[in-house]
Each structure stands twice: as C-alpha cells, then as structure tokens.
C-alpha cells in the first residue's frame, strides 16, 4: 500500500513478487507464470475494491463542502488529488492494453512469457525509447503533483509516495559488482510479459492507495485541522514601505490566516487610484499576490477591499495600505574630490538628484544656477574663486534632508592661435606664400571640455626686416600682402596679438591668445 504502515497481506504480496522475480533467473517455468497471473487477477480485485471505497470517499467529502464553506479547501484538495489519481491510472490501463493487444487470451498466463514487446517498445537500442520515457514522466508527473497538494499536511504519505513512484536509477550487485540500471531497463527489460502486465498492476493498486489515504485522512481528521482557525503565520505591518537611517521602526507584528480555505471570493483593489485588473494578481493559498508596477519614485498607495465569504454572507476586509518606491542603484558615485570645477564663461551643465526623492520635491541654490527641467541643471559662474550649490529635499515620510558641495572657479585655458586649422605644434607652420595669402586666421581651445566657436576679429603680422602690420578681420589685408610678397624664400614670418571672442558671449574677455610661426616654403 501507499500510505502509513503496509498490512500483512501487502507485505505477502510484495515478498511473493520478489520471490518470483528471483525466480527469474534461475528458471521460468509455466507454475511460475500463473503465479504472476494469480497475482495480477488479485491486485485487480483489490484496485475494484479501492475504486469504490474511494468513490464513496469523495462524494462525502464533496456533500460537506456544499453544506459548509468551511471544507471547500479540503473537497478542492481531494478533488484535485481524484483526478490526477484517475489521469495516471487511465495512462496505465492504457499501457497494459497495449501489452495485451499481443495475446489471444488475456487470461493464459503460462503464453505470456514473452518480453519482445516491451524491449521494443520501451527500450531499443540500449536506450530509452519515446514511449519508455513518456512512462517515466507520466510517473514523475504524478509524484510530484500529488507531494506538491500534500504541502506540509501528511508528511509520511509524501514520504510513501516519494517511495513507491521513485523512478531514479537503481543499483544492485555485490560490492566491486554493482550495476546501475535505469527505472524501465531494471523493471521492464528482458522480463516476461505477464511479469510486467502484474508490476504495471501493482502500480494502479499504489495509486488506488494513495488516494485513498489522503480521502479518509481529510474525513477523519486533517479536513477538521484544515478548517480550524489555526493556520497562521506572523504578519508584520509598517506605517511606510521604507525607512531611512536615524529614523524610528515601527512595525506591528500580528497573526494572519494563510491557508487556502481563507481564498478571497472577490478582489477590490486600487493602486493609486487605478483599478487593480483580475492579471495582475494571484492567489498563493490564501494570499492575495499582486503583480503590478511600482511607479515612479515616492509614496504609492493601496486602497479597496477583500471580500470574503462566512456562514454564506461577504464580509469586506478594507485595506489601506502603501509602499515607497526608490530609483533602482544603477551607476556608482565617483568623484574625483580636487576636480570638482566650473568653468566661468560657459554654460556648465549639471546633475543634481537626492536617492529616493522625486525631482520635484528637490530644491537646489546657487549663484548662476538655474534650473533646466527635472534634474538637470546650469551653471553659469560669475565673480570669485569658489560657488556652493546647496540641496534641499524632502523624503517620502515628510522629513528634510540638506546637502551641498563646492565647485572651484576656473577661466577658460589659454586659445592657440591657428591657421589653416594648424598651430604649429611648438613650431612652425611651413606654407607656400599663395597659400598664407588666402587663409584665414583662427584661434582654438586645446584639450578643453566644452565645444566652444572663436571669433578672430584681429591680429598682427610682422615680416622680418618690415614694420608690424595690424590686420582687422581674419585674412592678411593689401598692406599685409604687400609686406608678404617682399618676403623671401624660407623666412619666418610671425602673426601675434589675435584679438577673438567666444561666440555668443563676445563679453567674456579671453585670456592673451598665443602666437603663429609661418615658415615661408616659396
């Protein structure tokens, strides 16, 4: 049997199968096959028996649940545990069919002495086939499904059934002999066919025991534990979903219902006011399991009611409930601490966000700080060496929070004086004269953070041997290209003082520009 201690009859039946299976070995004589099929006609017989006192079982079970809400929990249990008894055991009848499908009469025992079928039909090869490994899942389905119904309720029928339906490899044989086999090439392979019609037999009959078991434990004892109000679990519940350091924890601990038989018959519920849909929750026992976003960062709410049912009347359970959520951590905090700079003259932009806190309920202050939209900021510098940026903000719980941080005051670095795009590189720019005639002078940030435009307004070019030419605009002017064509071959000719202004903030004052060296190549 499946469940609790085996009777003496089972024990008797059990040993007499062993026996005739070592029997096997020696000689499979035609006694022996009768034997088998004595032993499969009594297993019938008793599978008929099981069948009818499971049926009566049942519809006990199924007549108390319609009188009192109370057992619905165990009728749903037996229900379920009814079909995927009668699943399995259809799957096996089906099998034996099959095996009997080879023989004229299904009653001539000393025929069936054959193992060809089930060798070609379960393992061919040396190895499983399709149908022998469809036989093992069907067994692991079964096992599983039924332990998984138990839970925690009836430990040693799990134990039984982990037991009876295991169908992991076996080993056997003398120690430095052992031999590991498979579940279907150990119990099927090589076996005469009535031998493997009674172990089939013998499978039905664990499963008629099974559930057996499990009905006449709910109507005997575990359906009345299942409807007491004793299956509890501590609930903690907090005025708030996240707490900050420094702050107090106030959690109550309570007791909560959590078996099945405490299932809600109806959801309503509100997120932030939006309508909880019936896909975006589910039930784990007696849980209501939402499964729906957090929302952005902030306080969230959960409103409604559980509507459950007792003595046939709805009883509403309000909740009022709420969690925070908080931007997930997704990039580090680096600083470099001596590189915190801004730069006077251009528009520096800036980050600024508190964890946890929405943007909107963050205030940031400065001199030449202005906000561009949610955390992103300008910093435009005016007079001074340093500026601080002070934070304010307020948590989900309502407390403030304050911080700052300072950032040095820089200019902007020293232009480099260009031509043709080229500042020489700590030298000179060789060109032809035609070349230096018709290019345009420039000025350019090296190496600097921001993309800033250069307007040359001005300049000097000075010609070995000739007086200093001032040019307005960015090419040489006539009086220049004069002085130029009177230049020789090879000679340096120097462009100083470049006058330029940052496009777009022509007040900013640059710093002096630095020179060009032109090294005449015609």
Known sequence: MAGGKQTPRQKMINLMYLVFIAMLALNMSKEVLSAFGSINEKLDRANTSYESKNTLALAEISKKADENDEFKAAAATANAASQLSKTYNDYIALQKELLLSEVDDNTDYETMDQPTFLNELYYKGGKLTEAGQEFITQMDSYREAIVALLGDTNPTLSAQINKDFDSSDITSGTEGNKVTKNYIEYNYVNFPLVSSLTKMTQVQNDIKSVENELLSSLLSGNLKQLAKLDNYETVMTTSKG?????????????????????????????????????????????????????????????????????????????????????NKPNNATIAADKMNVVYRGVSNPMTITFAGIQDNKIRANAAGLTRVKGSSYAMNPGTGREVTINVSGTLPDGDPVRDSATFRIKDIPRPTGTIRGEDGDGGCVRMQRQGLEKSSIGAALQDFDFDLKLNVTGFSFKVSGQPTIKVNGRKLNSQASGALKRAKRGETLQIFDITANIAGNSGYKLKKISPICIELTN
């Open 242 to 326: 996240a707490y900050y350091t420094g702050s107090t924890f106030d959690g109550m601990l309570s007791l909560g219902r959590v078996d099945a038989s405490t299932k809600p018959a109806r959801v309503e519920l509100l997120v932030d006011g939006k309508q909880v849909k019936d896909t975006q929750y589910e039930f784990d026992g007696g849980k209501v399991v939402l499964k729906v976003g957090t929302g952005g960062v902030g306080d969230h709410k959960i409103t409604g009611k559980l509507v459950y049912l007792q003595d046939g009347n709805e009883v509403e359970v309000l909740v009022d409930k709420k969690f925070t959520t908080i």
